[in-house]
């Protein structure tokens, strides 16, 4: 199991410096962990077997933008003595020096106090104080055909345009995030092609990714592709996360750790048949217009002359058959008890648990699930000195129902004590209200719904505020956006929360 899992928060760039809150969490038990690594990965969703992590220093994802990242992260960690387990409180200082793909390179000097450690990749860089869990891929095969919602009959729909080619991807399974990587979450629900599919064009020397991502409030229904390429890939000046409605990407020619080539959708749309959850639906893609894309500045444009791919339809089923929304009335059957899954509590498993109470020692059934002999409604974990019971709670709810001196958070929905968290920060002041005791506490929210502490316009009049995890993009009122925050050791950056760039 793994034995420690860190958090990120994801704040604004502020004259030219990023300054981002991270934090190793609780040591607790993860499905799917068989030893520690240290993460100095990177995420190219490449099939190179380095896909580890999301931007905890907010180093720019080289398969959203196709361009070379190499970050200098300036880290100052405070740790008590006394505290042998549990969350850390680091504050990071990071300067991007971003190399384009004609050669051009900016640096952003960066200075904070002390020591200075310094990671370079080929592409998206990520420090932490934590380890990464090692994974398995356990995706299953996508199912085809008839749907569980009636008709669905193709009835024609729009034309592709000459200058398209057919991207040739039947016969491909799609997965989610969490078949991917388990224990993942991307901001937004993410479909993609597999590991192990190397090539959509069958070019053995062409590594190619799809990808379909949308809001995290989608419907079932029919969703029209959001035609602005901008709001699909961040650009990390004024956008942090996939900001669509709903978006096809695809990414060709990798070297190194970076696509060469980034198409994003023009027009097409998502049909959304059925859903277990936001992360688990049946669905599929059609009448999709890729264009290739390029940066110019911090925008992307289409490439003059450049090349049209054309999907004209492609369906995916990522349920999984215990799937479930938490939190939700009747999610599972009866004796069974809907476990998250992902940090902001959004998607989930049914599982079965025992007669164990509240702090006492458990046993996880399998490794790689959740379900123990604890009693319905906890979690069982490892906090260090062995596995126990904890009790999960909703980090969404108003009233998450935990004991005085405990938290609801942490990334595994629980309700945890504050010495486990008093190294990432705990303030009690409500949401809403001004966090005075630790401005930059990692958790925040009192005996209410939890949030986390943060100064909106950093040198401003403003006071560090008390802000709510959401979890969706679309909760984010202009001009804010949406930052997250990684947990499991950045593998899980679900939780999000809205600010002004």
């Not at 690594?37 to 959203?64: C, K, L």
């Not at 992260?73 to 384009?100: F, V």
């Not at 190397?198 to 062409?206: K, Y």
């Not at 595994?412 to 001004?434: I, K, R, T, W």
Request: with cysteine.
């Amino acid at each position: 199991m793994i034995k420690s899992i860190s958090a990120y928060a994801l704040p604004r760039l502020s004259a030219g410096v990023l300054f981002t809150l991270s934090g190793a969490l609780l040591s607790a038990g993860c499905p799917a962990d068989s030893g520690d690594t240290t993460m100095t990965g990177t995420e190219t969703d490449s099939d190179t077997g380095t896909d580890t992590a999301g931007p905890t220093t907010s180093s720019v994802d080289p398969t959203e933008t196709g361009e070379t990242t190499t970050t200098t992260t300036t880290t100052t960690t405070t740790t008590e003595p006394e505290t042998t387990t549990g969350p850390t409180s680091t504050t990071t200082t990071t300067s991007e020096t971003t190399t384009t793909t004609d050669g051009e390179t900016t640096a952003v000097e960066t200075t904070t106090n002390g020591e200075t450690t310094t990671t370079t990749t080929d592409g998206e860089t990520t420090t932490t104080t934590g380890v990464v869990e090692e994974t398995t891929t356990t995706g299953t095969e996508t199912e085809t055909g008839e749907t569980e919602t009636g008709e669905t009959t193709d009835t024609g729909g729009p034309i592709k345009p000459e200058d398209c080619e057919e991207l040739p991807i039947l016969g491909i399974e799609l997965l989610s995030q969490q078949e991917f990587q388990l224990e993942s979450a991307a901001p937004v629900p993410l479909i993609r092609t597999p590991a192990t599919q190397t090539s959509i064009t069958a070019d053995e020397a062409l590594f190619d990714l799809l990808r379909i991502m949308f809001d995290g409030d989608v419907a079932v229904g029919v969703h029209p592709l959001d035609p602005d390429p901008n709001h699909a890939i961040p650009n990390f000046v004024n956008q942090y996360v996939t900001v669509s409605s709903a978006t096809v990407t695809y990414q060709e020619d990798l070297e190194g750790q970076t696509y060469k080539k980034t198409f994003v959708a023009v027009a097409g749309e998502l049909e959304v048949f059925d859903m277990l959850s936001s992360h688990q639906t049946h669905g599929r893609v059609r009448h999709v217009e890729l264009r290739e894309m390029v940066k110019n500045g911090d925008l992307l444009e289409p490439v003059d002359g450049g090349t049209c791919y054309w999907i004209q339809e492609a369906e995916y089923d990522v349920r999984r058959p215990n799937g479930c929304t938490p939190y939700t009335d009747d999610a599972c059957p009866a004796e069974q008890f809907c476990m998250p899954v992902n940090a902001i509590g959004t998607d989930g498993v049914c599982v079965a648990g025992g007669e164990k109470a509240e702090g006492e020692a458990c046993a996880l059934v399998d490794p790689n699930g959740w379900d123990s002999d604890c009693a319905l409604g906890l979690r069982c974990v490892d906090f260090g000195d062995g596995h126990e019971c904890g009790k999960v709670c909703d980090v969404l709810s108003d009233a998450p129902g935990c004991a005085e001196d405990t938290h609801c958070g942490g990334g595994y929905n629980l309700c945890l004590p504050h010495e486990l968290l008093q190294m990432s920060g705990v303030d009690p002041a409500p949401l809403g209200e001004p966090c005075v005791d630790n401005p930059t506490a990692l958790y925040c929210g009192g005996d209410g719904r939890p949030g986390h502490c943060y100064d909106d316009d950093a040198e401003g009049p403003l006071a560090s505020t008390c802000l709510p995890f959401l979890p969706a993009p679309s909760h984010c009122e202009a001009p804010q956006t949406a930052g997250y925050v990684a947990y499991k050791a950045g593998i899980d950056r679900s939780t999000l929360w809205c600010f002004t760039p």
